[in-house]
């Protein structure tokens, strides 16, 4: 399960060490991109109170907006599984797609063509810059783990999810599934 190089498609579990850190606290991320000069994922697991319609009143829907990290949270970004209906994507891998034709994104939802189960909007990313990822990695902040739901991710990553995650991990980690988010409320 426990993957040896950082790739984009890989999930990173926060390690249940990162205590107080709003944005990584319990959080799996769906890792979009990695490369020599940095990486950039999105947090799977944090929905906010907005759903899609509230920022954008041309779109009538009620899918939720996740918060995607701290980068940028003023920009909407999506990903999704239906690349050959949103031209202009970028596979991430196993086939989930990051962004498009946001127009045609928008139309679609609105004549229900694009259903929850195909998309995932957030609002900003999280980034690294070059090295920060696997100098993170090397301090045990985050486990890499593959992605075995592949492009039906969208439809498994819920706000439990991290716990899901810890679960299948076993060992050492099964204590922490049921602790408190702040373990000083234990």
């Known amino acids: 399960m426990i993957s040896e190089k950082l790739q984009k498609g890989q999930l990173l579990i926060a390690e249940p060490s990162i205590i107080g850190d709003l944005s990584f606290n319990r959080s799996v991320i769906l890792l979009a991109d990695h490369n020599k000069e940095g990486s950039v994922g999105f947090i799977l697991n944090k929905p906010l109170k907005y759903a899609i319609r509230d920022l954008l ?17 003023d920009n909407l970004y999506f990903i999704h599984n239906v690349p050959h209906l949103i031209p202009n994507s970028v596979e991430i891998s196993n086939g989930i797609f990051w962004g498009g034709d946001f127009e045609l994104t928008k139309e679609l939802i609105n ?68 602790a408190p988010e702040n373990p000083i409320l234990n």
Not at 57 to 73: C, L, R, T, W
Not at 153 to 170: D, R
Request: charged share 25%.
């Open 57 to 73: 009143p041309e779109i009538d829907s009620k899918f939720k907006i996740y918060n995607g990290g701290p980068v940028e949270q």
């Open 111 to 178: 004549t229900g063509i694009i259903k929850k189960k195909n998309i995932r909007f957030f609002l900003g990313y999280t980034g690294w810059d070059a090295e920060q990822l696997e100098n993170e990695m090397q301090a045990s902040s985050w486990i890499l783990s593959k992605n075995i739901y592949e492009n039906n991710i969208l439809g498994k990553a819920s706000v439990h999810f991290w716990k899901e995650k810890i679960i299948e991990l076993g060992g050492e980690y099964l204590i922490w599934s049921n």
